[in-house]
């Protein structure tokens, strides 16, 4: 030990731990996997085939905010593949995938020009999510005829993206005050 270190104030700089961020990236996972799996047991019927209420996006806005753009692209793809195996078949996970991918490339775009908060991410990414699955459909089918389904998607995208952000919002501001850790 070098003289006077005992006197020293420790290291602030590096932010929160390893063990802690592993802890949250596991938490994270776990959590949109669960809310994948109520998702999947919540029917909806709202004039379009496929509406959800997005709660799995959750984990993924959270995530997004706390731990980073790399870190919410690796839990939603693990969402994604968990999900599709557990409970879907290769098309949802194709299209889940397709949604993902878009959603969390706006999302983190949007959140980098720190000109929208957490509510305006969120319907951004609903929207990306919904533009990214008929995208993919309109491809698997050959078929344009499906973008007549977009519509009624995206108000849904943006009305559960208002939810998802508000909530999330919430969540952030709350495990914002354990940051050491983090």
Known sequence: MRPGSQDRAP????????????????????????FGYVESLIPIHFGAPGVKLGLANL????????????????????????????????????YGLAGAALSLLVMSILKKTDRFGCVGVSVAGGAAHNIGQIAVACLVLESASLLYYLPAL????????????????IVVERLSRYSSFL
Request: charged share 10%; proline share 0%.
């Open 154 to 169: 995206l108000a849904a995208g943006t009305a559960a993206g208002c939810v998802i952000g508000c909530l999330g919002g």
């Open 59 to 94: 984990a993924a806005i959270v995530s997004l905010y706390l731990l980073g753009g790399a870190a919410a692209a690796g839990i939603s793809l693990v969402r994604v593949i968990l999900t599709g195996f557990t409970f879907g078949n290769l098309s949802m996970m194709l």
């Open 11 to 34: 290291d602030t700089k590096k932010k929160g731990t390893k063990a802690g961020r592993m802890a949250l990236y596991g938490m994270m996972t776990a959590l949109a996997f669960l």
